[in-house]
């Protein structure tokens, strides 16, 4: 029997907000009963209207603070009123909020997305990761999106059933894109179509770690001149990286579709400090593009020997040597482009979504009640 699924983020943009609409989008072609409860604007909203999946007006902030406990009695008061069959909550916010105050004998299904404890330091992430701890006796499955994020759950004292599904991308919509898909991606970025080009694509936040790529751009720029990067994304870290980037770096901003951005890079470079598993090194790899990624969980575990290179996070030196050597050496970088295309198969998001559907369906939810209602 098809369940009735409340879907739960407060992430309005990137990664998080991809990978509900999707799993939304999957599990309606199913026949189930879907709704998600999110705040209003950014492009979750506006991706779910577009695919005409019934959203519940949840009003929720990043942090967690004062306004946590509003945050989950308003939650529950909208799980009474759709009653679902199993809530899944996405991330550090729809995780905390969904098990403060969690509804009655509703299975609950927490994916972190990246854990609460790797955004934090110092006494809030001893409470995040307490948190984890307790919360984890009100989850009735902890749903990974890669081996290294279930390990760091389990190494850390977050006890409970696990099951990992890896994130996934639509090899449909992400295709390699050979020398003449560079040169017009180029030609329509309005890039020079000849010249070594390095993208990072991703929120310009702490996390990702461009503060790191910026601090190894000179040393690439030292051993191939006229190089070229481009940092796609905002985020509030905007206008300290401006203050600090140096000759051959470009601000490209946020874009509705990196396609072509991907497609004119020589060379990906993902520097973050943690990750879930990251949505774009999967689609780099399917647009066919050699990677260059620090070595945490989420990148280090995906980008095997022969697609790209796995360097120390935050060190700029071992970050600048292996872009460098990509960008001084094109056949290299088309080497292991072919083969992170064929890499990339095995993180097929249609095989993400089948293994979705057959852990949420196994949760123990009773027959459905009714269809949860716009708000």
Known sequence: MSPAVLHVAQPRDGGVARYVVAACRDQMARGWRVAVACPDGGRLAADLAAAGVPRLHWPAVRSPGPESLGEALRLRAL???VRPDVIH???????????????????????????????????????????????ARW????????????????????????????????????????????????????????????????????QKGQDVLLAAWPLVRRSCPGARLALVGNGDQVAALRAVAGPGVTFAGAVDDVRDWLAAADVVVLPSRWEGLSLTVLEALATGRSVVVSDVPGLGDVVTPGVGERVPPGDPSALAEAVARRLSCPALAREEGEAAAGHAAAFDARLTFERLATRTAALPFQPPRRHPQKD
Not at 99 to 120: C, E, K, M, N
Not at 178 to 193: I, M, Q
Request: glycine share 12%; net charge positive.
């Open 89 to 135: 909550l996405h991330a550090s916010k729809a995780g905390l909020a969904g098990r403060l105050r969690p509804p009655r004998r509703v299975p609950i299904l927490f994916q972190p997305h990246g854990w609460s404890w790797l955004a934090t330091a110092g006494p809030v992430r001893v409470a995040s990761l307490a948190w984890e701890r307790a919360a």
């Open 139 to 206: 989850t009735d499955l902890l749903l990974c999106v890669g081996h290294g994020e279930a390990e760091q759950g389990r190494s850390h004292g977050v006890r409970g059933r696990y099951a990992v599904v890896h994130n996934g991308v639509d090899l449909d919509h992400f295709a390699p894109a050979g020398a003449v898909a560079r040169a017009a991606a180029r030609e329509r970025l309005g890039l020079p179509g000849r010249g070594p080009l390095a993208v990072c694509v991703g929120r310009l936040t702490w």
């Open 79 to 81: 799980a009474d009123r």
